[in-house]
C-alpha cells in the first residue's frame, strides 16, 4: 500500500510540473457531494447529493427531501461525467473496480460454470449482489434471475446522469437486501436535444473487440408542460477470450508435499506449475484393470493412446487428490475457461411526463432489452480413470485384448480428457421488460408525496450445449461385433436393436465418428421467468420548527409481489446430463411493508455543533413466507464548525431469501469428486435443492466518519469512514466437496446429505441452503479529492481507498474463516487494501487522466503460515495504470472525441494456484480471481459523442 501511495502522489505532482504553469488557488471547494455532473465525480459523500432545480436535496441514504438536510449515512456519487471520461463497457465493469465494490460475475469476470452466467451484477463489501440493492430513480427493478440480482446492462445506460452508493446498511429506509448498502441510478430525465454516442474498442492483441451505440433524445411539448425522453443502447462484443488465448497462466496448484515429515521441517504442501487433472489424458490412458475376483489391479496401468490412437507408455508423475503434476500431464485442462465472454444486447427505454394540474404531474415510462450472452464450460466431459473396457471392446487394439483375456480380467479401466469433442458451451438469451406509472406532487410549500405502480419481468431461455448425456455415452463406448453383420455396435443394440445408440471410439484424439458424439452429447434446457410488481405511496415534509430547525418526515408503504417458475427439457428432469440437470420451480412471495422516517434538529450557531441533527427511521417487514421482521436506523450528524463535519449511524437491516433460495427444485451437475472411504475418484452428482422454511437473514451495522474541507487548502476534502457490519442467520449452503469431507472427517449432521449405495459408492450429495452462517466485516473507506488551477488549466486528483482488517465467516458448525486478506481460490475473500486514484488535467477542449488502480498483498488462505502449511503462503500486491481523455472538437464540447488505454503497461495478472480442498471440482485454472487482477492486458478504445 504504501508503494502505491507514493506512485499516485508522483503522478499527482509529475503531471502539473509537465505543464510547466503557475498554480493559482481556486474558490473553496464545498463539499463533495454537491459535485453536479459536470465534476469528475463525486466523493464520500459529505452531505448530501446535487441539487435538484427546485432546490430541494435528494438524497439516497435517506426518504427524507428537505432543504440543507445532512444525512448521516455516507454516499458516494459518481458523475456522469466521470462515467464518460473512462467509458467502461458497462457500468458495471467501472464499479465494480471501486474499492467499496467487491467480487461479481459480468463478461470480464464469468462464473466458472455452463450456464446460468450473462448478468452484470454489483457486489457492495464483497457481501454478494443478493445483499446489495439495486435502484432505478429510488425505484425497485426486476431481478435477472430466479437466483436474485439486477443484471445491470438492463439500465440506459446513456442516460445516467450520476451513480449513488450508499455504504452503509438502508433497510429501514428503502427495505430488503440493503444489508451491504444501495446502488441508485439516477437518470437524466430532463434531458433535451439528440445525443449520439458511437465507441469501439479492442485488446493489445487484437481479441475482445467490441462496438457500442448510445442514441438519446429529450424534448418538451404542450408549452413545456410534457416532456419525453427516448434511450436506445446496443453493445455487441461478438468473440470472448479463453485462457489458452493468453501466456500468463501456468496451471499452478497447491499439492501434497511428497518430502514432508512432521520432523523434517519441510512444508505439508508445496506449489507446483504445469499441473492437471489426474488419471486423464486427451487419447485416454489405463489406470488399471478389474479381474474376476472384482478387485482392482494394475493391468495395463501405464498405457496411453496417443492422439493418432498407438499405444504408448504414460508417466502418472506426482499424485495428490485429483491434482496430477509431472509425467504426462494433461496440459490442456482449464484452457477452455472464459476470461472474457462475448455479450450482445439492445436496449429501448422511454419516459413521458406530464404537469397535469399545478403541483401534480403524471409520468409513464417503459423499457425492454434482450441480453445475449455465451460462455465456455471450462473442463471438457473428463472420466478420470472409470471407464470400463471389456475385452471385447470393437475399437480395442488386438496387444490390449489378448493381454486382458490372459489374466482374466472383467475389464480396464480408463481415464479420459475428451478434448475433441469440447467443453460445454452456454447461451444466455433474457428479455426484460418493465412499465411503470405514477405520479409526483406538492401540498403546499414542504410537502411532496409520490405514488407508483412497476410491472417487470425477465425470461431467460437458457441453452447447455455439448452437454454430455451419460447413460448415451456408457452405452456408445461398450461397442463389439455384431455376431451377424460383424459391424461394430452398442452391445445394447444386440438387445435393443432400435435404441439408436451409435458405437462410440475413445482410443485417440479425433477418432470418434461424428455421429457418435452427436448421441452422446445433447443441449439441457432451461426457461425461466422472474416478474416483479411493486405498488408504493410515500411523503414528506415539514411537521414543524424547533429553534434549530424544520422537524422534517418521511411515511409511506409498499406492497411488493416476487414470483419466479423454470421449465426444462425432459433429459434434464431425468438428470441424464453430466451438467446443468435444471429441475422443476416455481414459488411466489407477497411483501407488506410500511416506514417512518424523521429528521430532528437539535443545535444550531453553537459552538461545535453549527449543524447538529439526528435522523431515525423504521420499517415493518411482513413476508407471505416467514411473517414479520422490523428494521431500524438512527444517525446523527454535527457540523463541528465550517471546516469539519462528523456523522454515524447504528441500523438493523435484513436480506430476503430469493426464490431460488426457498423453491428451487435443484440444479443437478456431476463433477469428479475424491472419497476418502472408498478411497476412488469418480463422478458424483451434487444436487443444490431450495430451503422454504428460510428466514430473512438480519445484520447490525454501524458507521462512522469525519469530513473534513481545510479552508485554509482551497478545493480539498478529506474523508474517512468506518463501518461494521455483523450479518447473523446468513443463508448459505456447504458445498458438496466440503459436506463429503466434514462427513468423512467425524462431522456426522453433515452425513445426511451423502447418498450412498450398498457398496458405499456415492449416488448423489444434497446441497441446502439454510440460516446458519453467519459474516462479520468491518473496516475503513478513505477518500481525497483535490482541484487547483495550474495555469491556463485545472488538476482534480480523486483518490480512494479501502481498508478491511476484518472479515469473518462462520459456518454451520462454528468453523470460522477468516477472509481478510484471503484471496486464493474460489473464496469470497479479499485483500485488505484496495485504492483507486485519478489524476486529470483539463485545459480547454482537452482533458487527460491517469488513473491507477492498487491490489494489497495478501494470503492463498489465512490459516496457512508459509514455510510450515505451504512453501509460500502470500500473494503479491498488483498495480495497473489507464489512461483516458476527451477533446470536445468546437471547443464547446458538441462534438467530442474520447480515447482510453486500461492496463498500460500490460500487466499479467497474478496467477494464482488452485487450492484441491476449497473447491468442488479441482483442477488447475480455477484460482484466477479475475476481479481482482485484469487477465485481458492492454486494450484500446476510441468513440466519438455528438449533441445536436
Known amino acids: ?169 438502508a433497510s429501514a429506509a428503502w427495505g430488503s437486501d440493503a444489508v451491504a448498502g444501495v446502488v441508485n441510478f439516477v437518470l437524466d430525465r430532463d434531458y433535451q436535444g439528440l445525443g449520439l454516442n458511437v465507441e469501439s474498442g479492442v485488446t493489445d492483441r487484437g481479441d475482445a473487440g467490441y462496438v457500442k451505440a448510445n442514441v438519446t433524445a429529450g424534448h418538451s411539448f404542450a408549452g413545456g408542460k410534457g416532456h419525453f425522453v427516448v434511450e436506445f443502447d446496443y453493445l455487441n462484443q461478438p468473440r470472448g477470450v479463453d485462457l489458452v488465448d493468453r501466456d500468463f497462466f501456468k496451471s499452478r496448484a497447491v499439492v501434497n508435499n511428497p518430502a514432508y515429515t512432521t520432523t523434517n521441517g519441510q512444508p505439508r504442501q508445496i506449489t507446483v506449475s504445469y499441473a492437471a487433472t489426474s488419471n486423464v489424458s486427451p487419447g485416454g490412458v489405463f489406470v488399471g484393470s478389474v479381474g474376476a475376483d472384482g478387485k482392482t489391479n494394475t493391468v495395463l496401468r501405464g498405457i496411453q493412446f496417443l492422439p493418432d490412437g498407438t499405444l504408448a507408455p504414460y508417466n502418472f508423475g506426482n499424485q495428490s487428490g485429483l491434482v496430477q503434476y509431472g509425467g504426462d500431464v494433461d496440459r490442456t485442462v482449464g484452457l477452455a475457461r472464459s476470461i472474457s465472454t462475448p455479450l450482445n444486447y439492445a436496449n429501448i427505454f422511454g419516459h413521458v411526463d406530464y404537469d397535469v394540474v399545478p403541483g401534480v404531474k403524471a409520468y409513464v415510462e417503459g423499457f425492454y432489452g434482450r441480453t445475449n450472452y455465451n460462455e465456455n464450460g471450462y473442463l471438457n466431459y473428463m472420466r478420470q480413470g472409470n471407464i470400463q473396457i471389456r475385452p471385447d471392446n470393437a475399437y480395442l487394439p488386438a496387444t490390449i485384448r489378448d493381454q486382458l483375456l490372459a489374466t482374466g480380467q472383467q475389464y480396464a479401466l480408463l481415464g479420459k480428457d475428451t478434448v475433441d469433442f469440447g467443453p460445454p458451451t452456454s447461451r444466455n438469451n433474457r428479455d426484460v421488460w418493465r412499465a411503470t406509472v405514477g405520479v409526483d406532487g406538492e401540498i403546499g410549500a414542504t410537502w411532496k408525496w409520490h405514488a407508483y405502480y412497476t410491472h417487470g419481468q425477465s425470461l431467460t431461455n437458457l441453452y447447455a450445449d455439448n452437454d454430455t448425456i451419460i447413460g448415451n455415452f456408457n452405452n456408445a463406448v461398450d461397442a463389439v461385433r455384431d455376431p451377424v453383420t460383424n459391424n461394430i455396435v452398442c452391445r445394447s443394440t444386440l438387445t435393443n436393436p432400435n435404441n439408436g445408440c451409435v458405437p462410440l471410439n475413445l482410443f485417440g484424439v479425433g477418432v470418434a465418428s461424428p455421429a457418435a458424439i452427436a448421441y452422446t452429447h445433447g443441449t439441457a434446457y432451461q426457461r425461466s421467468i422472474v416478474k416483479l410488481d411493486v405498488a408504493s405511496v410515500d411523503a414528506s415534509g415539514t411537521l414543524f420548527k424547533l429553534p434549530a430547525g424544520d422537524v422534517s418526515v418521511a411515511f409511506g408503504g409498499d406492497y411488493i409481489r416476487n414470483e419466479a417458475s423454470s421449465t426444462q427439457d425432459a433429459l434434464a428432469l431425468a438428470r441424464a446430463y453430466a451438467v446443468q440437470n435444471f429441475q422443476p420451480f416455481y414459488g411466489k412471495r407477497h411483501v407488506k411493508e410500511a416506514f417512518v422516517e424523521a429528521v430532528i434538529p437539535i443545535l444550531k450557531d453553537v459552538p461545535l455543533a453549527q449543524k447538529l441533527e439526528l435522523q431515525a427511521a423504521g420499517r415493518i417487514t411482513d413476508y407471505s413466507t416467514s411473517g414479520s421482521v422490523k428494521t431500524w436506523k438512527v444517525g446523527i450528524s454535527d457540523q463541528v464548525f465550517r471546516d469539519l463535519r462528523i456523522r454515524g449511524t447504528l441500523s438493523h437491516d435484513i436480506r430476503a431469501p430469493t426464490l431460488t433460495d426457498l423453491f428451487s427444485g435443484g440444479v443437478l451437475t456431476q463433477q469428479p469428486v475424491f472419497d476418502s472411504v472408498t478411497n476412488k475418484t469418480y463422478p458424483q452428482y451434487t444436487n443444490a435443492k431450495g430451503n422454504p422454511a428460510l428466514r430473512p437473514e438480519e445484520a447490525d451495522t454501524a458507521t462512522a466518519g469525519i469530513i473534513f474541507s481545510p479552508s485554509f487548502i482551497p478545493g480539498l476534502q478529506l474523508s474517512v469512514d468506518y463501518y461494521r457490519i455483523n450479518l447473523k442467520g446468513a443463508i448459505s449452503s456447504v458445498s458438496a466437496a466440503q459436506e463429503l469431507v466434514f462427513c468423512n472427517g467425524g462431522q456426522t449432521q453433515y452425513c445426511q446429505y451423502i447418498h450412498r449405495d450398498a457398496s458405499q459408492a456415492i449416488l448423489s450429495i444434497d446441497t441446502v441452503p439454510v440460516n446458519v452462517a453467519s459474516l462479520k466485516t468491518e473496516g475503513w473507506d478513505f477518500e481525497v479529492d483535490y482541484r487547483h488551477r495550474v495555469g491556463p488549466g485545472e488538476v482534480t486528483f480523486r483518490g480512494l481507498a479501502s481498508y478491511v482488517p476484518v472479515f469473518t465467516q462462520v459456518d454451520a458448525v462454528g468453523n470460522v474463516t477468516n477472509l481478510a486478506g484471503q484471496i486464493g481460490d474460489l473464496n469470497p475473500g479479499e485483500p485488505k487494501w484496495k485504492a483507486n486514484a485519478y489524476l486529470t488535467y483539463e485545459q480547454g477542449p482537452v482533458s487527460l487522466t491517469l488513473n491507477s488502480r492498487y491490489v494489497g498483498p495478501g494470503k492463498l488462505q489465512s490459516n496457512w503460515v508459509s514455510g510450515v502449511d505451504v512453501d509460500n503462503n502470500s500473494v503479491k500486491s498488483f498495480l495497473t495504470f489507464g489512461l483516458t481523455g476527451v477533446v470536445r472538437l468546437d471547443g464547446k464540447g458538441a462534438y467530442t472525441l474520447t480515447f482510453g488505454i486500461d492496463n498500460l503497461f500490460d500487466r499479467d495478472p497474478v496467477d494464482l494456484p488452485v487450492i484441491p480442498a476449497t473447491v468442488q471440482y479441482s483442477a488447475p485454472g480455477l484460482g484466477g480471481r479475475f476481479d481482482l487482477y485484469d487477465p485481458i492486458g492492454r486494450s484500446f478504445r476510441m468513440g466519438v459523442r455528438a449533441k445536436f
Do not use: W
Open 1 to 169: 500500500m504504501p508503494r502505491a501511495i507514493l506512485l499516485c502522489g508522483a503522478a499527482f505532482f509529475i503531471l502539473p510540473s509537465v505543464a510547466q504553469a503557475q498554480s493559482t488557488p481556486t474558490a473553496p471547494s464545498s463539499s463533495t457531494a454537491s459535485n453536479t455532473a459536470d465534476q469528475p465525480a463525486a466523493g464520500q459523500d459529505s452531505a448530501a447529493a446535487p441539487a435538484t432545480p427546485e432546490g430541494d436535496i435528494v438524497v439516497t441514504g435517506s426518504r427524507i427531501i428537505a432543504n440543507g438536510f445532512q444525512q448521516p449515512t455516507p454516499v458516494t456519487v459518481v458523475g456522469q461525467a466521470e462515467i464518460n471520461r473512462q467509458a467502461p463497457t458497462t457500468i458495471a465493469s467501472y464499479l465494480n473496480q471501486l474499492p467499496s465494490f467487491g467480487n461479481a460475475t459480468s463478461a470480464k469476470n464469468p462464473a466458472i460454470n455452463v450456464a446460468g452466467g450473462g448478468a452484470e451484477f454489483v457486489n457492495l463489501r464483497n457481501l454478494g449482489p443478493t445483499r446489495t440493492l439495486v435502484l432505478l430513480d429510488t425505484r425497485r427493478v426486476v431481478e435477472s434471475t430466479t437466483a436474485g440480482g439486477v443484471d445491470t446492462v438492463t439500465l440506459p445506460f446513456g442516460l445516467i446522469k450520476r451513480v449513488e452508493v450508499v455504504t452503509g446498511g
